[in-house]
């Protein structure tokens, strides 16, 4: 019981630490901040303002979106894959209840990602430093939060249904992926379309449902169970 209670901290952890963060970036270095023709008060603004002004400098806005959002089109193939997959192990089995759990464990997370992404788009703590046309949200940055939770619960449960019996195969696959996710915060950044600390919160959301989405699947992880053989000469 302990154990199963350990495996709980990372996720109440980085839950907490998103909650606080959020409450920070309302509450902390708060001014009055003006957005085109619009105004309103931007948390950690010394450091906001700061990152944005050495953004600025760079420029290279529109590039850095395209780069940005081919990204996350990118790990929308990891999804489509995976649902198409899972559409067609229903249809060849003919029972909701034959398909592998793991793959009910990935497309819960990507549920929970969508509901996730639409509740910010309500909240909107903080806006976009550009505006195209009007005021957006952009807290926390989704691209970052989407593509990171995509990519990486994608790879893991890859790597762990598919067998690769070549190691070197599955670290090119998961230092590949992992540049992916992190090259995201910084073309976003660049993309002037978020403060720095949208790109942080994003971040830390993407690490509370991957926490999670590892705590969930923990149990089905093929390493855990024991080889149907066995269970059979048991029997």
Do not use: C
């Amino acid at each position: 019981m302990k154990k199963q209670l350990y495996y709980w901290i990372a996720p109440v952890t980085l839950f907490i630490v998103f909650v606080v963060f959020t409450v920070l970036v309302k509450t902390v270095d708060v001014k009055y901040f003006p957005i085109g023709e619009n105004n309103y008060y931007l948390g950690f603004a010394s450091m906001n303002s700061d990152v944005q002004a050495w953004v600025n400098k760079i420029g290279s806005f529109r590039l850095m979106k395209i780069l940005s959002d081919i990204d996350l089109y990118l790990s929308f193939v990891f999804v489509i894959g995976f649902v198409g997959y899972t559409i067609y192990q229903a249809i060849k089995l003919k029972s909701l209840k034959k398909i592998d759990r793991r793959y009910y464990i990935l497309l819960g997370t990507y549920v929970l990602v969508v509901i996730l992404y639409f509740a910010f788009e309500v909240m909107r703590i903080n806006y976009s430093p550009i505006v195209e046309d009007g005021l957006k949200p952009s807290y926390p940055s989704t691209h970052v939060f989407v593509a990171s939770v995509f990519y990486i619960a994608s790879t893991l449960t890859a790597i762990d249904m598919i067998p690769i019996e070549k190691r070197y195969l599955r670290v090119i696959t998961i230092v590949l992926v992992v540049f992916l996710v992190l090259i995201m915060g910084f073309v976003r950044l660049l993309s002037g379309r978020h403060w720095m600390s949208d790109i942080i919160a994003g971040y830390l959301l993407a690490g509370f449902v991957l926490s999670l989405y590892a705590v969930i699947y923990r149990p089905f992880f093929k390493h855990n169970q024991e080889p149907v053989e066995e269970k059979e000469i048991e029997n």
